[in-house]
C-alpha cells in the first residue's frame, strides 16, 4: 500500500512558524519526487514547494519564496515544509504528493495524503 500521511499543521498568529512533515510507505521513496500542494475551499489546488528526487533542485510559489523551505530525509522517508512569517492568506490544507516517473514509455504517477490544515490567524 502506497501511503502518504502528513502532521504539523495546527492554529497560528500572522508572523509564526510552523513545520509540517509527510512520512511515506509503500515505494521506493528515493526514486521519487515530493511536493507539497495546499488548497481552499472553493479554489483549485496549487503547488507551494517541490523538490527532484535527489534532492538537488526545488522551487517555490512567487507567494512563499524566501519563507518556506522543503526538504527531505531519504533515511526517513520523509519530506519536510518548514514555513516561516506565515500570512492569513497561507490558511489552507496542505497536501504531500509523491510523483514516480518511469520510462519507455514515459508514465508518471502521483500519490497524495489525506491533508492537514493550516489556520494563520490573530
Known amino acids: 500500500q502506497v501511503q502518504l500521511v502528513e502532521s504539523g499543521g495546527g492554529l497560528v498568529q500572522p508572523g509564526g512558524s510552523l513545520r509540517l512533515s509527510c512520512v511515506a510507505s509503500?515505494?521506493?521513496?528515493?526514486?521519487?519526487?515530493m511536493s507539497w500542494y495546499r488548497q481552499v475551499p472553493g479554489k483549485e489546488r496549487e503547488l507551494v514547494a517541490g523538490?527532484?528526487?535527489?534532492?538537488?533542485?526545488?522551487n517555490y510559489a512567487d507567494s512563499v519564496k524566501g519563507r518556506f523551505t522543503i526538504s527531505r530525509d531519504n533515511a526517513k522517508s520523509t519530506v519536510y515544509l518548514q514555513m516561516n512569517s506565515l500570512k492569513p492568506e497561507d490558511t489552507a490544507v496542505y497536501y504531500c504528493?509523491?510523483?514516480?516517473?518511469?520510462?519507455?514509455?514515459?508514465?508518471?504517477?502521483?500519490?497524495w495524503g489525506q491533508g492537514t490544515q493550516v489556520t494563520v490567524s490573530s
Open positions: 504528493n509523491a510523483r514516480l516517473t518511469i520510462l519507455g514509455p514515459l508514465r508518471k504517477y502521483d500519490y
Open positions: 509503500g515505494f521506493t521513496f528515493n526514486n521519487a519526487a
Open positions: 523538490m527532484t528526487s535527489a534532492g538537488g533542485s526545488t
